[in-house]
């Protein structure tokens, strides 16, 4: 049974800090690339952050210079250090596969940045 299991979300002011965590199972997780999305309320779910397998990323523009995502292939996890909040950036956050696996979301981690 696939899982993926995200936490680290909270309220912050603005210009703070957060870093998410997604533990992933019962799917290869080394060799897939592993993506962080975000859904703000009335809007449509959109990829933040990618990472391939061999540890390449890639960021949405309006997040880029201030996320950082990266993997642990031996704790099948996935990370998303986020600074310099801003309330812009306030969303559900969840992790899937790149592209992503429908039926695979987890219930997400809320992240609430106060102005």
């Known amino acids: 049974q696939v899982q993926l299991v995200e936490s680290g979300g909270g309220l912050v002011q603005a210009g703070g800090s957060l870093k998410l965590s997604c533990a992933t199972s019962?799917?290869?997780?080394?060799?897939?690339?592993m993506g962080w999305y975000r859904q703000a309320p009335g809007k449509q779910r959109e990829l933040v952050a990618g990472?391939?397998?061999?540890?390449?990323?890639n960021y949405a523009d309006s997040v880029k210079g201030r996320f950082t995502i990266s993997r642990d292939n031996a704790k099948n996890t996935v990370y998303l250090q986020m600074n310099s909040l801003k309330p812009e950036d306030t969303a559900v956050y969840y992790c899937?596969?790149?592209?992503?696996?429908?039926?695979?979301w987890g219930q997400g981690t809320q992240v609430t940045v106060s102005s």
């Open positions: 019962g799917r290869s997780f080394s060799i897939n690339a």
């Open positions: 899937n596969w790149v592209p992503s696996i429908a039926g695979y």
């Open positions: 990472i391939t397998s061999g540890g390449s990323t």
